[in-house]
């Protein structure tokens, strides 16, 4: 059992924001995501993806920035609840939130829901699932071990062409599978794949994987005429996007509009001492960037601290001021 003052669900980029700003306004904080490390979407989906869009970096990697916020949070030594899923919620006779986890229990007096798009599952190849981790892999998180590989890329959006582009100098070759003719990555990306050395099939789907103890063969389908295309892999990346679900959290009396949860300008959700920021979030020109969620994170944690205790003031003063 763990008792703190806040509780963060959620430790992508917003999450451990708003952990960092949970321990800069003396509160006890925890951190629970289902994933058993940090960093949510960026760790698990482009860990070494260039990010353009964060204040401060004129170009930052995913992996590095999920680090530096990582550590920036450690300053204040939040209690890590890491591989555990966020279920059951009641509120307690004295006003304070229980959380219980896959693994743990929690007594809290605020809650700030950071949590992305909520749970998320990579969808999977029509064939071939079975050698999932035996050379088929939903995600890149280590692109050196992809060297000298012949890899087979599939997907037509930005994850399965970014992977492609950056296993390209890497990988003995990169094959790009896709089963429309169209595709929906970013155009300049696009263009930048077919000036590369990667040998682009469409409209194909796979229709097999083989080999004897990992993967050592693709056979593809194309989608229109059913013929059958051979290709040589040895590594396969099913970049087919995810299904995504807010699964327990819907069971917390919260408003859920299309998957996202509706919040107030102070980022409450209208459940007393709930609140939430960054991509879950939903409200009348709500944008979907880290850098808004940064400031969404931070509004959400320093109302949580003045609603939770009367002698809290609203506005924390500045770090400057207020150096640890």
Known sequence: MHDVDLVVVGAGPVGLYAAYYAGFRGLRTAVVDSLPEPGGQISALYPEKMIYDVAGFPG??????????RDQAEMYAPTWLLGQSACQLERLADGRLRLTTTASEVTTRSIVIAGGIGTFSPRPLPAGTEYLGRGLDHFVTDPTQYAGHHVLVVGGGDSAVDWALTLEPLAASITLAHRRGRFTAHASSVARLRDSSTTVLTPYVVHELSGRDAV???????????????????????????????????????????????????????????????????????????????????????????ASDPDAALFPGHSTENAA
Not at 60 to 67: E, I, K, S, T
């Open 60 to 69: 930052v990697r995913g992996r590095d920035l999920v680090a530096g916020l």
């Open 216 to 306: 050592r063969r693709a056979v593809l389908r194309h989608t229109d005429s059913g013929d059958l295309h051979e290709v040589d892999c040895s590594r396969v990346v099913a970049a087919l996007g995810f299904t995504a679900d807010l699964g327990p959290l819907n069971g917390w009396g919260l408003r859920v509009v299309d998957r996202h949860i509706a919040v107030d300008s102070t980022m409450s959700t209208g459940v007393a001492g709930i609140y939430a920021a960054g991509d879950i979030t939903d409200y009348l020109g709500k944008v979907r960037l880290i850098s808004v969620g940064f400031g969404e994170a931070a509004l959400a944690v320093n109302n949580a601290a003045a």
